[in-house]
């Protein structure tokens, strides 16, 4: 692009989302090493990180230890409330129905995800949980941001997960 002197570049709407996104791929990337899918997620609240979380259903032996369902617990803990609202949710990948559901009870206004999910997506994909006008409580949804990074941290670990004879 060519600027002409006096002139701002566009404002990119995906920008102030980065840094946090940044942040949830780093946990992501701690699931990788621990042979968890590479989902990672962060609450964040006033500008500062209150829960952070990857995948630890293998470890902890637990089908609801999804990073998002982490984060928002410690989120709740440091607010001492169940109701995360003035909260961004910063999630790898578009939640699944379990943790969308989760994210309407905990209240969340605002959830950010790298890359959808086909298979299970429940903001976008194939529900829309977090937008259904039948619930009491709805989130803004905003998808696609950091998308290849994400995109391909999973695919990058499933091809691993093939190459070891794991399904």
């Not at 102030?16 to 090493?33: C, K």
């Not at 790898?92 to 959808?116: D, K, N, S």
């Not at 905003?142 to 391909?152: H, I, K, S, Y």
Request: contains cysteine; charged residues 20%; glycine residues 8%.
């Amino acid at each position: 692009m060519i600027m002409l002197p006096g002139e701002t570049p566009p404002e990119n709407p995906l920008q102030p989302h980065e840094q946090w996104m940044r942040r949830a791929i780093n946990q992501a990337h701690i699931a990788f090493e621990a042979e968890e899918v590479p989902v990672g997620a962060v609450v964040v609240h006033d500008g500062r990180v209150i829960g952070e979380g990857y995948n630890q259903r293998e470890q902890l032996r637990d089908p609801t230890a999804h990073a998002e369902m982490i984060a928002m617990t410690q989120a709740a803990q440091v607010l001492d409330s169940w109701r995360l609202v003035d909260c961004t949710l910063y999630v790898t990948l578009e939640p699944c129905p379990m943790c969308a559901g989760a994210i309407v009870q905990a209240r969340l206004p605002v959830v950010v995800y790298g890359t959808t999910d086909p298979k299970g997506g429940a903001c976008h994909t194939l529900y829309q949980i977090t937008d259904d006008e039948r619930l009491n409580h709805r989130a803004t949804v905003l998808g696609g941001v950091m998308q290849d990074e994400c995109r391909a941290l999973l695919q990058d670990f499933f091809a691993m997960q093939r190459a070891k004879g794991k399904k």
